[in-house]
């Protein structure tokens, strides 16, 4: 069975718990925040507080702009509150972000990653086993634990970790060390196939793990109407979205599994010249077909778990929700997933 989730980004923290609830109710497996316009972890204690079965995950939380004890206190506290409910989703994001956005170092972000993952665990094991804090990276070191700073053991003291990621290392990395791993929304079933999986079994077979134990999340690109206008006008936006981030190099190994490498600089060069149309008319509708499921309004439930069924074990719409707007569609969505 395939788990649905829907995102809590686009609500003030005034609406989340009105949100959270209306979605818990209509059948959604998990409620998902990422690291946008708010602060990603504020708004789960809040829907911590307002249910009672839906897993709350960050879809993501980028890594670096804060401590690996700030983010160790920060899910321990989520862990608890929710009796066990919280998926921790990090992410690198890219370089300009994290310079001129959070103004943090941009370094190896791939192995500093891994090194953090470690660095949460050490954390979260001195707490729950009471064991001295002796760790020493080469980019994190956390030696000092007082009683006084410790928050002790919890009920369910396992946090999974999930991680983003689009390149090699990313994709073995998760099958070394993580729980789960976020597929970028701009993905294809032939990227996840022939990509993705077999450098988590790669990861996963160099520390003995079985691959099956990591599992797989995305959102996805939907192109829905009731009429052939309406289709037309969701897939030119789709496009848009498409275009601007296959304009980043960073993209490139998605591309690259369908032979449409080229179109990675020439977008690049358009993005620079603020040429955005021009960027979306560089997707065709092969493309569109690959990287978004398509369809009548009535027909995207079936259509996405057609598609995503053996690939994918967490699905989201990369679409808004909003509580009492369209709940009959959103709940014929999550029983088309859910079986």
Known sequence: MIEIDTGLGGSSIEEIARAARCAEELG?????????????YLPLMVAAEHTERAALLTGIAVAFPRSPMITAYTAWDLQR????????????????HNERRFSVAWERPGPRLRELVLALRAIWDCWQNRGPLD???EFYRFDLMTPFFDPGPIEHPHVPIWIAGVNRYMCRLAGELCDGFHVHPMHTP????????????DGAARSGRDPDAVKLASSCFVVCG????????????????????ASTRTYAPILATHGWEEVSPRLN???????????ADLITDEMLAEFAVIGRRDE?????????????????????FSPG????????????IKG
């Open 28 to 40: 959604f497996s998990g409620l998902m925040t990422a690291e946008a316009s708010h602060e990603p």
């Open 325 to 336: 707007t369209d709940d009959d569609w959103w709940q014929q969505i999550v029983r088309s």
């Open 81 to 96: 509150y929710s009796r066990g409910r919280f998926l921790l989703g990090l992410g690198t994001q890219v370089k300009g």
């Open 190 to 201: 032939k990227y996840v196939r022939e990509f993705v999986k077999p450098l988590i079994a």
């Open 300 to 320: 995207i439930g079936p259509l996405l778990a057609r598609k995503y069924e053996g690939l994918l074990d967490r699905v989201g719409l990369y679409l808004p």
């Open 269 to 279: 060069e358009l993005s620079r010249k603020g040429k955005w149309q021009e960027m």
């Open 226 to 245: 009731d009429s052939d206008e309406e289709l037309d006008a969701a897939g030119a936006v789709v496009k848009q979205q498409i275009s601007f981030y």
């Open 135 to 137: 760790f020493q990276g």
